[in-house]
């Protein structure tokens, strides 16, 4: 720990309670966190006394969200946050971890690899230079970038009827105001806000959501 890297938060009971089949690589993962994420750029020396609370369980929210034996690509994983954290939860799920960065793609395999995770392929690359290689049935990606400029970035890697579950702020609605040109290009429907995870965090997840739409003769 450097002198200006906080306490790690202790691990809150919740964690046991409702994620008790994953909570050993959750524990592991936040440790794992803690000793080599400030070295590796991946999170500020102050994140920690919040690592649970305002990353880890933040993340974990929304894997209620994502269908069983799906296939989900997070875009700009960085840290692995939702990604990592979605694996640990949804060992059912196939995860594409995708971020342009060497060092973050470097963290993502040998933490994948350290927690024995079979369930996640690292791919270094921005999205828009695999849109030709993966299909998934859900997209979700964490503080990297407006949404109207993110949309471009995520749908086209859905399949038609797959989803977007894109982890935002308080100004989700009016990004998704903003965002109204991009929604209508990527050929999206019901696109909203849900806030998910209220019964245990203090501070919820706040989640962009929207469906790829079916258009008659795609394939």
């Known amino acids: 720990m450097t002198q200006e890297q906080s306490e790690l938060e202790p691990e809150p009971a919740v964690v046991a309670e409702r994620f008790a089949d994953s909570r050993e690589l959750l524990v592991r993962l936040a440790h794992d966190l803690y000793e080599h994420g400030e070295r590796l750029g991946l999170l500020g ?17 929304i894997a209620e969200a994502i269908p069983q034996n799906a296939r989900v690509a997070d875009v700009g994983s960085g840290a692995g946050l ?20 060497e060092r973050r793609c470097a963290w993502l ?21 695999v849109f030709d290689e993966f299909q998934v049935d859900v997209v979700t990606a ?20 797959g989803e977007l579950l894109l982890m935002k702020g308080r ?25 998910v995870g209220s ?7 706040t989640v962009v959501r929207g469906r790829r739409a079916v258009i008659v003769g795609e394939e």
């Open 199 to 205: 019964e245990y965090l203090d501070e919820p997840t």
């Open 109 to 129: 395999e040998e933490e994948s690899a350290r927690l024995g995770l079979t369930n996640v392929q690292v791919v270094r690359a921005r999205s828009q230079e």
């Open 45 to 61: 020396p102050r994140e920690y006394a919040r690592l649970w609370s305002r990353h880890l369980l933040n993340c974990a929210a």
């Open 142 to 161: 964490r503080a990297v970038s407006a949404l109207k400029t993110l949309l471009g970035w995520t749908a086209p890697l859905l399949v038609p009827g």
């Open 171 to 195: 100004s989700a609605h009016d990004e998704i105001e903003a965002a109204a040109k991009a929604i209508r290009k990527q050929h999206l429907e019901d696109v909203r806000v849900e806030v």
């Open 82 to 101: 939702p990604g990592l954290v979605l694996a640990c939860v949804r060992p059912d799920a196939h995860f594409v971890l995708i971020d342009p960065m």
